[in-house]
Structures are given as C-alpha cells and as structure tokens.
C-alpha cells in the first residue's frame, strides 16, 4: 500500500465554500449510491425478473399443453374465470420472494455492516435517510415490478392466446397488471420496515416470508367466516386482489380497498419504524 | 470544541459510562485514554447522537450533534467499530457519504489522495487489510473537512508507518486550529500523540491535564491521609518539604466527610508522615500509600499486556515492536480488541 509518511495537505476549505445544507435529492442521490453498489440488489433483481418471466412461461406452456387434459377441468374453468390473476399470481407469486428479501436486506445489511452508524452519522435525525430510502427502493422496484408484470402478463396471454383470449383492453385488465407492480413496491416497502424494525437478515426474511406465506394459511383455520374476514384483511392476500381482472364472487373487498389495505399495513409498519430508529442506539 | 456534561450510558445494569463531564478544546491534540472497556468508545457514540445516554448531554460547538444541519462539514469521526458494507468499493462508499451532504464527487478523489487509497479505490472494501480499512475511516472523516474529529483507536492495525502518517495528521489538524479528540488505551501512543489528556476508568473521571503534567504526577508517589485536623498537618508537611493537595483525586475513594479531610501528600513516605502526626498530637484516621495514576491506571488494565510504562524509549513488556522512532515508545500492537 502507498502510505506515505508525509501528510498530504489538508484542503483549504474546499467542500465548506458557498454551500448550503443538503436537501433531500441528496439524499436520494446517496440512497441511489448505495442501493445500486452492492451485489445483493443485482443479484435479487436478476432472480425477480429470471423467476417470474420463467415460471409464467413455465406454467403457461404446461396449462397449454394440459388444456382439456385428464383432470384439468377445475383448474381450466379457474383460468377461464380469470386468466389474467391466473398468469400473474404464479410466476410473480414466486418472483415477489426476491422482492421481500432485497427489502428486508436492503435495512439489515446497513446494520450487520456497520454501514448505518456512517449513514446517521451523516443523517443523524435519521428519518430523512429512512424517507429517502424508502423512495429509491420502492423507484426501484415499481419500474423493475412493471417490467417484470407487463412481460409476464404478454409472455403468458401469447401462450395461452389459442385457449384464452386476454388484452389490456379488457375490462380490468390494465388495471390489474399495472396494480400487480404496484403491488410488487408495496411488498417492497413492506419487507424494508420488517426489515428496519427487526435489524437481523434471517429474522427479518424469516417474518416477511411468514407474513406472506404462512400467515394466511394460519388464519384459513380459524373458526367459521372468521377466518375468511381476517384473511381479508392481511397485508398480502388484501394486497393480491389488485391482481384479479374479474372481482371474485366472496370478496370482502375491492381490489383498490384491498391495495389501500396492504398500503395502510406498510404505512404503519413504516411508521413504526421511523420511530423505533429514532429512539434506539445505532 | 466539544463538551460533555454529566453523561451516562448504561447498557442493562452495566454502567459504560458514568456520570462523566469533559471538554476538548480546539487547537490540540486531546487524548482519550483509558482501558478497554473503560467506556471511551461508548463516549463517542453518546457524543455523535448515535447512542442515546440515560442522563447527561453532549454539543459540539455548542450544539447536540443530532441537530447539525451540516454533520460532515462539522464532524468528523472514525468509528472503532468497521462501518463499510464489504461488497461496496471504497469510492462508493465515500461517494454515497459526499452525495448526502451535497459535496461534489470531485472531493471523494481528494480524500483517496490524502490517505493513499487511490489504487484501490474501486475495490471491494470487503478485501482491506485493517490498516486500509482505517485509512478508508479516515478519509470518510475528513470528506467534509471538519472543524472537529473524532477518532477512536485510530492507529489500531496499522504498522508503524501508518501510525507515524496517523500521528502526524492529528498533530496538523491540530496546530491548524481544529479540535482533535483520540482515544486510546494505550498509554505510550497517548504520550507521544496528545498534548492534553482525559483520563477515564469504568466510566468515570480518573483525570484530566496536559499530558506533560500527567506523565509528572503519575511518577510521584502520593500517599493518603485522613485527619480531622488538615491545617495542622498540612503545616507539619510543609515544613518537612512535603507537598499536599486534597486527596480526592483517585477513583473510588470517598470524598472528604465532615469529620475528616483527605489529603494526597507527595514527596515525604507514609511512616515519616506518621512521625510528624503523633509528635505533634494530630489524629490521623487513615494513612496509606497510594498508587500513582499510572498505577490506578495500570491496576484497571490488569491483565492486559499490551498496556505498558511511559518510560520514553523504552521497551514495553508483552509488545515485540521496535520503536519505530527513537526517543518514542514503541506503539505499534497487534491489539486484542
Ligand atoms: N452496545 C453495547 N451493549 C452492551 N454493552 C456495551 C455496548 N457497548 C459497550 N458496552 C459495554 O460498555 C463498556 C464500555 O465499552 P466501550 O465503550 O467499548 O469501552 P472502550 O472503548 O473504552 O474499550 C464495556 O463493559 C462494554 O462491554
Ligand atoms: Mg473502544
């Protein structure tokens, strides 16, 4: 290493002349840095995108194949009911994982590195760096979320197209293909305030994951319609039926209710952990 | 200048620091000396607004570093513990630093030149060696070229280049007016690098002075008497050539009751001192030789064998570096942090 025993002079002032406080693009700017120099974000990106387009295509090609097959009557009449929550709740319902890890690690690697006490120490009423976060993230995502959501809906719809006719035109349609990718930011924001308030990777992956998977399972087994209203209301099943073209027949909610659900979940979450991140040590 | 008023931080029923008020003033090198676990990193956290203290407070120029409205511009701090996510490169990681507070990216170059980091700039920083991840934390630290720094344990892992770079930096940023506040537990580096110290041990006080003064003190033995009757005796002392000053200077002791004054004598032994008591008739309540500081000091760094004497050139027990300098203790430790 070059290591000079000779101190190289200090800058005259240079970075203190003429300046202002720094505003809030900054921020954004310093979040964008971050956010886009370190592997985890291309390596969760890239797993979004392969998973989802790959499986759409995947499950698409073997309904096709299959369509009228032994046994495929239910599932036919299913895709039939509504094929676009059909082609955009299988490969993206497996994609949306990356999304729930990239927002949980995107908080919990600032701590297991180290990282957040040199982001407070230069934020240090810490919302603001925790704000600006949140929008590069969910940036992120939404644009990554529609890509991801309108080549699945396309690549899907062509390969069924001979069983199913589906366009954006369709009643409904366009609005659940673009609501599914702003679902996909909403998730995002959602794993990032776990992952803010729980500050440890595999507790934070481990709660989302249960959040979205296991949870729903656990309150179908709740006594008569109870269950069904619970589950109405959970973050990731109210959130999924922006995802229906055609409302379903025992819907609790509409799908943009059920969005404004899944949104005041993340708001509360985020909230929440605004204010743990002000009252607790770094 | 930063100041410290009445600060504690307990973590549980552990006190890591304890009631602790301090000021470093600008234009000198201040030393934060201290054993491990004495609480001087905790310290520091409590003074950038990272560790919130149960009581006390702490300003920087006069403000609590969680109200600065332009932190890195302000402060600059090297953190004990590493703050680099290991898959970012060193220019990212200072880019992302001079983009929050709105500097250009044109000073991120600057701050690699200064600290010799520039070939290895857009590496991983995931790959350094402790003493470039030092290096790395100091270059975070002077990015907005700041009135006041903090390092903690800055010549940690580095070779006695580095140290001697380190050693040479501070003492510039000091003489150029700004405030330079270093911690240590290691009483050589504290000796050769600070011109004013602050002594803490388990969280408290031990002493602040110049560092000429404590190296002074610390080699005079004192030895600690208690008498209902302090004129007395302070004049008994005084004619015998002794020096007396109050004697509530050691960590741990009681202060001065009602019924009795503490007194630190130096310059005549305990049995002589008793002599001169009992010809004259004066009651003493306790007599005992006490530790130097240095002994104090040493007494709570027991067991840590890279602590050694501040004998100027001399060799410290435990540590197998050279000086790297003559007249200079040696310095350099593979540390056990
Ligand atoms: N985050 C923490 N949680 C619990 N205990 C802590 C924490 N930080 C420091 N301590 C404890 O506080 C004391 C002081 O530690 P520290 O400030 O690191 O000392 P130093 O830097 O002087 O070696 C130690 O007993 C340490 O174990
Ligand atoms: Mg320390």
């Not at chain 1, 700017?29 to 295509?57: Q, Y």
């Not at chain 1, 954006?168 to 924001?189: D, E, K, S």
């Not at chain 2, 009757?229 to 202060?255: N, W």
Request: proline fraction near 5%; hydrophobic fraction near 45%; glycine fraction near 10%.
């Amino acid at each position: 290493m070059t290591s000079a025993t000779q101190v190289a002079p200090v800058s005259p002032a240079s970075p203190t002349a003429g300046r202002r406080a720094a505003g809030f693009a900054h921020l954004l700017l310093g979040e964008w840095t971050k956010i886009r120099s370190v592997r985890s974000t291309i390596w969760s990106l890239i797993v979004l995108v392969v998973v989802s387009l790959g499986f759409t295509a995947l499950f698409a090609a073997l309904t096709a194949a299959n369509w009228n097959g032994p046994r495929a009557a239910p599932r036919d009449a299913t895709i039939l009911a509504d094929p676009v929550n059909s082609i955009l709740g299988t490969g993206i319902g497996l994609g949306q994982l990356a999304v729930c890890v990239l927002g949980a690690l995107i908080m919990t690697t600032e701590y297991s590195t180290g990282v957040i006490r040199a982001s407070l120490l230069a934020v240090p009423r810490r919302i603001p760096m925790l704000a600006a976060k949140a929008v590069v993230f969910a940036a992120l995502i939404f644009v990554v979320g529609e890509i991801v959501t309108f080549g699945s809906f396309f690549l899907g719809s062509a390969i069924l197209h001979s069983h199913v006719a589906v366009s954006l035109g369709q009643p409904g349609v366009a609005r659940a293909v673009i609501g599914t990718g702003l679902a996909l930011t909403v998730l995002g924001l959602f794993a990032m305030a776990i992952g803010a308030l729980i500050r440890h990777t595999a507790g934070a992956i481990a709660t989302v994951i249960g959040v979205v998977l296991v949870l729903p399972i656990l309150t179908g087994l709740l006594p008569g319609s109870w269950g069904a209203h619970v589950n109405a209301y959970l973050p990731e099943q109210a959130g999924g039926l922006i995802s229906q073209a055609h409302e379903q027949a025992g819907n609790l909610l509409t799908p943009w209710q059920g969005f404004g659900v899944f949104c005041i979940w993340t708001a509360l979450l985020l909230i929440a952990a605004g204010y743990l991140l002000r009252r607790r040590d770094a | 200048m930063i100041e410290a008023r009445d600060l504690t931080k307990r973590y549980g029923d552990n006190t890591a620091v304890d009631h602790l008020s301090f000021t470093v003033e600008p234009g000198r090198v201040t030393g934060f000396l201290g054993p491990n676990g004495a609480g001087k990193s905790t310290t520091m956290r409590l003074i950038l607004g990272l560790d919130r203290p149960q009581s006390g407070t702490a300003t920087i120029n006069g403000r609590p570093y969680r109200s600065l409205t332009d932190p890195l511009r302000t402060v600059g701090a090297l953190l004990e513990a590493k703050s680099v996510h290991s898959s970012r490169s060193a220019r990212n990681h200072l880019l992302f630093l001079a983009q929050t507070q709105g500097m250009p990216s044109t000073r991120v170059d600057e701050v690699l030149d200064l600290v010799g980091l520039h070939a290895v700039a857009r590496k991983r920083a995931g790959g350094f060696s402790l003493g470039m991840s030092q290096r790395l934390g100091i270059a975070a630290a002077m990015l907005g070229d700041p009135q006041v720094l903090l390092l903690d344990e800055p010549v940690n892992g580095l070779d006695p280049e580095g140290v001697l770079w380190i050693r040479n930096l501070m003492k510039q940023l000091a003489s150029a007016g700004k405030t330079v506040f270093v911690s240590s537990h290691l009483m050589n580096e504290m000796a050769v690098t600070a011109d004013h110290l602050i002594v803490i041990g388990r969280g408290k006080l031990i002493a602040e002075s110049s560092t000429q003064e404590f190296i002074a003190r610390s080699s005079d033995k004192s030895v600690l008497v208690r008498t209902p009757d302090p004129a007395r005796l302070t004049e008994l002392i005084l004619a015998e050539g002794g020096k007396v000053t109050d004697g509530e200077v050691a960590p741990g002791e009681a202060a001065s009751s009602e019924a009795s004054k503490a007194l630190a004598v130096t310059g005549l032994a305990a049995p002589r001192i008793g002599e001169l008591a009992a010809s004259a008739g004066v009651v003493l309540h306790e007599l005992s030789p006490r530790a130097s500081l240095e002994e104090a000091f040493l007494e709570l760094t027991s067991g840590s064998v890279e602590f050694g004497t501040h004998d100027p050139g001399g060799q410290q027990p435990g540590s197998q570096q050279p000086a790297d300098e003559p007249g200079h203790a040696s310095v350099a430790e593979r540390s056990a942090r």
